[in-house]
């Protein structure tokens, strides 16, 4: 009765080297992954920026906000449309040039 490994050298080099070529087949296909994420590019249009430097920074003004509940509470609240006006048109005029590029 023999003990211990039953295969030969020439065995185990062949194991090895399968082995060995799997790992580099891996390898080359995470280094091929790699190379592609960082040729991609992205880019951010001045909404998406404006929204996410705004999420950086959630601060806002608590009094402000109190005062505002405080006037639409009390009916005294006063509605600039010229000021809606002008954000709606600045706002369509940016979407539509994002949409032409």
Known sequence: MKIGATSSPAA???ALARSNAELGAVAAKAKGAQDAAAASSVQISN???SL????ASPEFDTAKVERMRQ?????????NPEAIADKLIANAQEVLGSVKR
């Not at 996410?52 to 999420?55: F, G, N, Q, R, V």
């Not at 006037?71 to 509605?79: L, M, N, T």
């Open 12 to 14: 185990d080099a062949a």
């Open 47 to 49: 909404a998406a920026t």
């Open 52 to 55: 996410l430097a705004a999420d």
């Open 71 to 79: 006037a639409i509470a009390d009916g005294s609240f006063q509605v």
